[in-house]
């Protein structure tokens, strides 16, 4: 059972979690002053000051939420956040990849900090054609396996999409 606000669409023999409202606009604003001084298109860093700070904004709304992990056939909890954060600052699209493979990592969620007119969200593919398509909503998070391979849709000219993820620290039932 879910109890945070959530669509949960299948991809690829797994679900992918979007929880609309898990950030307020301005929380995502505090992030995107914290990243004022990053300017490559995607930075991981080990920083525990800002994970504490998303796990801060978004620990109430996780505490009662439960998930699957469809391979393992378990549900789990979040119950914090691991100290590296990935930002990404995108004017163009990230094309199609899996992200790093960490040691015990099977989640990760991401945070979306901008919000664009149309597109820049992101696509999760099922097979190597079908793909499922996740909009881009402010303050929205996004928990995926992290065995999805994924892009970035289009961004719109002119826009500066940014966004930032963190691998989870689950607890299984």
């Given at each position: ?8 669409i ?13 950030l307020?606009a301005e ?6 002053r914290e990243f ?10 080990e920083?525990p ?20 992990n ?9 119950v914090g ?8 600052k ?29 597109d820049?969200?992101?696509n999760?593919?099922d097979?190597?054609?079908?793909k499922?398509?996740?909009?881009n909503?402010?303050?929205?998070c ?32």
């Amino acid at each position: 059972m879910i109890e945070a606000e959530a669509d949960i669409i299948g991809c690829n023999g797994t679900h992918i979690y979007v929880m609309p409202d898990m950030l307020s606009a301005e929380q995502c604003d505090y992030f995107i002053r914290e990243f004022d001084h990053i300017w490559k298109m995607q930075t991981i860093v080990e920083y525990p000051l800002w994970a504490k700070k998303i796990w801060e904004f978004t620990a109430d709304k996780f505490k009662d939420s439960w998930f699957v992990n469809f391979k393992k056939q378990r549900k789990f909890q979040i119950v914090g956040f691991k100290d590296t954060v990935t930002v990404s600052k995108c004017r163009a699209k990230l094309n199609r990849h899996l992200d790093n493979q960490t040691t015990g990592a099977e989640f990760k969620l991401f945070f979306y900090l901008t919000q664009h007119a149309k597109d820049a969200g992101t696509n999760f593919f099922d097979t190597q054609e079908n793909k499922v398509e996740i909009k881009n909503q402010l303050g929205a998070c996004v928990l995926f396996d992290i065995s999805l391979e994924h892009e970035s849709q289009p961004i719109p000219h002119g826009d500066l999409k940014i966004s930032m993820g963190v691998r989870p620290i689950i607890q299984y039932a």
